[in-house]
């Protein structure tokens, strides 16, 4: 395969803004975000969230006020959410006597400013439906009557000429109220409005040191928390561009974060799977084409052979050619076999079926075929049995042992099939089912045995009869019995035979 750069996929114009600019641009946005909603809350609406604010607490005390006019002790009262809200307070009667006064803010304007017309107070709150408010210039030059913003007829008294551009700073909000006498008194309360602007001023003067310092802040906190995020994930990159190209032994490092982590983890997963496939596919390559090439060789050599030359045109010749057609399709059906038990791309079909029978329909098959070359294959069966399992895998895994056993036996030509049913003490004492493959050929030397299971595994040793083997055969044997969740196994001495046995759970 042509494994080169250009292999890579071609970049995707689209994407191609890179996270660590995605990040900073974020986190730059988050913050631009951030201080327009500080600047606009700090400088451009604060004198108005500060009026209301002061508007709905002098309206609550005038309130508390009113609820507790008749209260015997609405002087103490009046005294006390006096100095608790820095509202200097006066009830005056209809005709503008000061009933009750409680004076907290010094030079407030309803106690001290002489202009302050209480007389007329009574109608003017009259006139604006019980509610008035009044701004007015600490130092008094302005007066600014605002009725209630409902009311249409908007009247505006000014003693001397208004000084527009001065925040007013005061706020005295009157409000008629009625004894238990059904007297109408007047409540007056005095707020002093700090003078905001100078608040807006320094805050403003702060809002500008706090603005380059959160861009600066934010420059470097960004520039740090995508370094931080993209540096694994260009790691992992790079990583999986050494997989591209085929580099199966790529270690996935993930570090920094737990999503990193994981993923490098399933990627280094996917690079083990990945390089046992490629070793499975270089190793049948090489097999196959070794095992391909001894049979389409004969093939090819007895069929030119019988073209040629009249003499070699007989039956026997024929015979090779068919013998070898039938060895090539027994490997290919192997290797198809075996590759998909390998990779687990196979679909077990588990039913219910008699074992018993199936063997033995296999046994009365083989025997039928083999009687003529004089083997004989007994079966002994304690009793039938009944599997829930693939019976065209089981019977599969059966005909490997069973044709080895053929190929391999003693000069006897005698294989004996035996089928107990034992209790395992490795699965709670269940009932489970033993099939026994048992020859009397020249067994397998102990050090052979752990890896005659292993792929391609062939006994190194020139047999009596032309042993045709693929060396597949028990590599299925096992895959099978591992889909099944089964065991499998043999016992064998040299020159005395060998027992090949599979168990499976009933
Ligand atoms: P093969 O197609 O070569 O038989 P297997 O995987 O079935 O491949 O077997 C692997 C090896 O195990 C064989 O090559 C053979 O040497 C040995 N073997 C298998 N079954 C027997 C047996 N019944 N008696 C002796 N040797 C056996």
Redesign the pocket.
Known sequence: MKKSKSFFPPKNKSRQISIKWKIFLFLLGFCGVLLILLWLFQVVFLNSFYKSIKINEIKATANTIEKSINDENIATIISTVSENNDICIKVLSSSGDTIYSSHVVKGCIIHSKPTFDEKALHSEVTNNDGELFQYYNHDGYARETEPDSVQPENTQIQDKPPAEEKEKDTLIYSKTIIDANNNELILVLNSLISPVNATVNTLRVQLYYITAFMILFSVILAFIIAKWISRPIEAINESAKMLATGDYSTQFKGTGYKEIAELSDTLNFTAKELSKVELLRQELIANISHDLRTPLTLISGYAEAMRDLPDENNSENAQIIVDETKRLTTLVN?VMDISKLQTGNINVHLQPYNVTVSLSNSINRMNKMMELDGYQIDFIADREVTLTADETRISQAFY??L???I???GDDKKITVTQTIFQNPADDLTNWVKIE?A?S????AAE?LPY??????????THKRA???????????KSILDIHHGDYG?T?KLNE??I?WFTLKI
């Open positions: 192997d490997n042992l044709t080895n056993a190929n391999y036996t493959v020859d050929g020249e067994g397998i052979d005659i299971w292993d792929r391609y595994y062939k006994v190194d040793k042993v045709t083997g693929t060396g597949l055969g028990l590599s299925i044997v043999v064998s035979g060998s090949f």
